[in-house]
């Protein structure tokens, strides 16, 4: 089926680091979430997109709606040792009158001191 | 209220029990999902219901069991399970008809023995 695919898998950085991740999509979304999800736990919504090419921002975290539609884009300025998880990307697809969502493959952020 | 709540967070269970997995949202949201998440995987949808209504399974096994009481609860009837649905299962909810965010609940650690 359907999946997004987010680059890149994992990455270790230094606290104090700007981070950059991406997740794209063979197909259009109208709307595009971002997760953040810590061990065990469920995710936690950070930024919601509606409208290409928009630019969100949720305190040290920004995120933008790719122009085509196609793609969409998190970074996380000056990361702390708390932003360590693993963040999904997600798109919606209708069902009927029921929405599910498309989940990304995920990108692992471990941050050293 | 903004949450929403998942009990038991860890169950233990033989092949040959019957349990229950319980949750909650008191949002007024009116969809309501159940995933299955591996480790390191992406939340995989198992369920959806919209108006407390079945409207999407995803091709789940039949000891796999959902159920909708009400428009704030929704379990989850789990019989004759197998090792490899060990798992956690996480429920999210969303306002029916509205923005597609989800919001997940802190999810249930499944071990099936």
């Known amino acids: 089926g359907q999946q997004l695919n987010q680059s890149p898998q994992s990455m270790f950085i230094q606290e104090g680091e700007d981070v950059s991740m991406n997740c794209t999509s063979s197909s259009i979304f109208n709307t595009w979430l971002w997760y953040k999800q810590d061990p065990g736990e469920g995710p936690v919504l950070l930024i919601a997109?509606?409208?290409?090419?928009e630019l969100t921002s949720n305190g040290r975290l920004t995120a933008q709606f790719g122009i085509t539609r196609k793609d969409s884009f998190l970074n996380i300025s000056a990361s702390i040792p708390s932003d360590v998880g693993i963040y999904f990307c997600?798109?919606?697809?209708?069902?009927?009158?029921?929405?599910?969502?498309?989940f990304g493959t995920g990108t692992r952020l471990q941050v050293t001191l | 209220d903004t949450e929403v709540t998942q009990t038991p967070k860890h169950l233990v269970m033989g092949m040959t029990n019957k349990k229950s997995l319980k949750c909650e949202q008191h949002?007024?949201?009116?969809?309501m999902y159940w995933y299955k998440q591996k480790a390191k995987k992406p939340p995989e949808l198992m369920f959806v219901y919209s108006y407390e209504k079945l409207s999407i399974n995803e091709s789940v096994p039949s000891r796999f069991s959902p159920e909708c009481p009400n428009s704030s609860l929704l379990n989850l009837h789990l019989h004759a399970l197998q090792p490899e649905d060990s798992a956690l299962y996480l429920c999210?909810?969303?306002?029916?008809?509205?923005?597609?965010?989800?919001?997940f609940g802190p999810g249930t650690r499944l071990t099936v023995l």
């Open positions: 997109l509606y409208k290409a090419g």
């Open positions: 949002m007024g949201h009116r969809a």
């Open positions: 997600a798109g919606p697809r209708f069902a009927g009158t029921a929405s599910k969502l498309t």
């Open positions: 999210a909810s969303r306002i029916a008809g509205g923005p597609n965010e989800q919001f």
